[in-house]
């Protein structure tokens, strides 16, 4: 369903430790888990440390959630959310498909970015989180996460 790539913007060592994903969300609306690839950044760039990792999307279309997967619960989320923003035509912003405006109001509700604890390399997440990609856009199918750790 979505690939990426890293590229990386910043050296191996150091306090501060960042690089770029680029995945492919499709053209519907999609609650993607990408907790296995910011465990993976954090295998890679920090092994053992503490710090903090922050996950920032830089569209304005698109947020970042901390919640359970697989449970039903991001279907629920995605639901909620169209419950409260209709794809219908009460947008101002009108460009893109219809009610494409609801998009933008989205990371107003799901921020585009979130600051999560790390201990010892690994995610300090409760039991049953997960670091999810929400995306209402299906104009726009290709999104970039920056996933940068401090510590």
Excluded: K, Y
Excluded at 1 to 18: I, K, L, R, W
Excluded at 115 to 144: E, F, K, M, Y
């Amino acid at each position: 369903m979505a690939d990426h790539n890293h590229s990386t913007s910043a050296g191996s060592t150091g306090p501060f430790q960042t690089t770029t994903l680029e995945i492919t969300t499709g053209s519907r609306e999609v609650a993607l888990d990408i907790t296995d690839r910011c465990a993976a950044f954090l295998d890679e760039r920090a092994p053992g440390r503490d710090g903090l990792l922050n996950i920032f999307v830089p569209h304005a279309t698109a947020g970042i959630a901390v919640l359970e997967t697989g449970s039903g619960s991001d279907d629920d989320f995605l639901a909620t959310l169209r419950e409260l923003l209709p794809a219908d035509d009460r947008w101002r912003h009108r460009h893109g498909s219809p009610g494409h405006g609801r998009d933008h109001v989205v990371p107003g509700l799901v921020a585009p970015h979130a600051t999560l604890p790390v201990l010892g390399g690994q995610l300090a997440l409760g039991v049953w989180q997960s670091v999810v990609l929400i995306d209402t856009n299906g104009d726009n199918p290709r999104r970039t996460v920056r996933l940068s750790f401090l510590g």
